[in-house]
T-cell receptor
Framework: LAKTTQPISMDSYEGQEVNITCSHNNIATNDYITWYQQFPSQGPRFIIQGYKTKVTNEVASLFIPADRKSSTLSLPRVSLSDTAVYYCLVGDQAGTALIFGKGTTLSVSS | DADVTQTPRNRITKTGKRIMLECSQTKGHDRMYWYRQDPGLGLQLIYYSFDVKDINKGEISDGYSVSRQAQAKFSLSLESAIPNQTALYFC????????????????FGPGTRLTVL
C-alpha cells in the first residue's frame, strides 16, 4: 500500500484559494488518488478522485503531475464551513484505498 | 451516511470489561471496515471484511476482534478494554457497484465515542 505524506495543518482566511499537496512517491501504475473531507465528530466523506492531469467537480479541483508522485487538492474561495480535516489516499480498482493517515487540518478564519 | 448506523453512540466502561460495538448498514454493500480515531492521529484501520467469509487485519488489530454476522452487520469487540483504547470508532462500508470514481468509495457511520476508565 502506497504511503502518503501531507502537511499536518494549514490556516487560511475566508475567500482565499487553498492548495493542499500530498506526496505519494511509491504510487503504483494502477493506483488512483482520492481525497476525503472530515468535519468534527463526523465520518469522512468522499470529495474527489483522479488518476492524472486535472479533475474538477462542484467542490474542488485535483491536480496531478505527469509523474504522479504528488497531487494537489485545490479549494476555491474557502469559507468557514470548509474547516475540516482533509485526507489523501492512494489505492487501486481491485479494492479500496484503506490508509487515511493523519490528514491535513485546515482552519479557515474570518 | 444515514444508511450506516453504529450502536452505541457513546459508551463509558472500565478497564478489563468486554465491549462490543455494532455496525449495521442498509446500503447492500459487501465490504465493511472498522477504524479508530485519536486526536491528532487521523484514522487508523483496525479490521476490514470484503464479504461475509472474509476478515482481514488492518494497521492496529491487536486488542480487537471482529465478527461479520451477515452482509449487513459487522461487530468490533474489545475483549478486555484498556484506557488507551479510548477513542472515536468509525464503521464504514463500500462496494464496487457503488463508486463515485474508479475505486471504492467508503461511506462512514456516525461514530461511537468509547471511554475506558
Amino acid at each position: 500500500l502506497a504511503k502518503t505524506t501531507q502537511p499536518i495543518s494549514m490556516d487560511s482566511y475566508e475567500g482565499q484559494e487553498v492548495n493542499i499537496t500530498c506526496s505519494h512517491n511509491n504510487i503504483a501504475t494502477n493506483d488512483y488518488i482520492t481525497w476525503y473531507q472530515q468535519f468534527p465528530s463526523q465520518g469522512p466523506r468522499f470529495i474527489i478522485q483522479g488518476y492524472k492531469t486535472k479533475v474538477t467537480n462542484e467542490v474542488a479541483s485535483l491536480f496531478i503531475p505527469a509523474d504522479r508522485k504528488s497531487s494537489t487538492l485545490s479549494l476555491p474561495r474557502v469559507s468557514l464551513s470548509d474547516t475540516a480535516v482533509y485526507y489523501c489516499l492512494v489505492g487501486d480498482q481491485a479494492g479500496t484505498a484503506l490508509i487515511f493517515g493523519k490528514g491535513t487540518t485546515l482552519s479557515v478564519s474570518s | 451516511d444515514a444508511d450506516v448506523t453504529q450502536t452505541p453512540r457513546n459508551r463509558i466502561t472500565k478497564t478489563g470489561k468486554r465491549i462490543m460495538l455494532e455496525c449495521s448498514q442498509t446500503k447492500g454493500h459487501d465490504r465493511m471496515y472498522w477504524y479508530r480515531q485519536d486526536p491528532g492521529l487521523g484514522l487508523q484501520l483496525i479490521y476490514y471484511s470484503f464479504d461475509v467469509k472474509d476478515i482481514n487485519k488492518g494497521e492496529i488489530s491487536d486488542g480487537y476482534s471482529v465478527s461479520r454476522q451477515a452482509q449487513a452487520k459487522f461487530s468490533l469487540s474489545l475483549e478486555s478494554a484498556i484506557p488507551n483504547q479510548t477513542a472515536l470508532y468509525f464503521c464504514a462500508t463500500s462496494d464496487p457497484r457503488d463508486r463515485k470514481g474508479y475505486t471504492d468509495t467508503q461511506y462512514f457511520g456516525p461514530g461511537t465515542r468509547l471511554t475506558v476508565l
